[in-house]
């Protein structure tokens, strides 16, 4: 089996920042990829940012410019918020592409989430 837990939300007033971290454990083969999505009340759960194994990046257009998606090692990945907006409020979910030892193909896991919340 494998966890993905996030760490970082929180409250923020608008203008600042907060650095979310994501580690993937478990009988962890490989992982194609990692990234952030984030589900606000009502809305669907949309795609923030994400990472492949090589390196390339991708970001929703609500985000460029103020958001970095980062991983320092093949388990973990980060997202730098910064100039946050009340509209970033939001549950964010770390999701990984994943091949898990004895599995026949890589698969998606989730996190539980974590609240990050943007007022004043």
């Known amino acids: 089996q494998v966890q993905l837990v996030e760490s970082g939300g929180g409250l923020v007033q608008p203008g600042g920042s907060l650095r979310l971290s994501c580690t993937a454990s478990?009988?962890?083969?490989?992982?194609?990829?990692m990234g952030w999505y984030r589900q606000a009340p009502g809305k669907q759960r949309e795609l923030v940012a994400g990472?492949?194994?090589?390196?390339?990046t991708v970001y929703a257009n609500s985000v460029k410019g103020r958001f970095t998606i980062s991983r320092d090692n093949a388990n973990t990945v980060y997202l730098q918020m910064n100039t946050l907006k009340p509209e970033d409020t939001a549950v964010y979910y770390c999701?990984?592409?994943?091949?898990?030892?004895?599995?026949?193909?890589?698969?998606?896991?989730w996190g539980r989430g974590t609240q990050v919340t943007v007022s004043s």
């Open positions: 990472t492949t194994s090589g390196g390339n």
């Open positions: 478990g009988s962890i083969s490989s992982i194609r990829g």
């Open positions: 999701n990984g592409d994943i091949w898990l030892w004895g599995a026949k193909d890589f698969s998606d896991y």
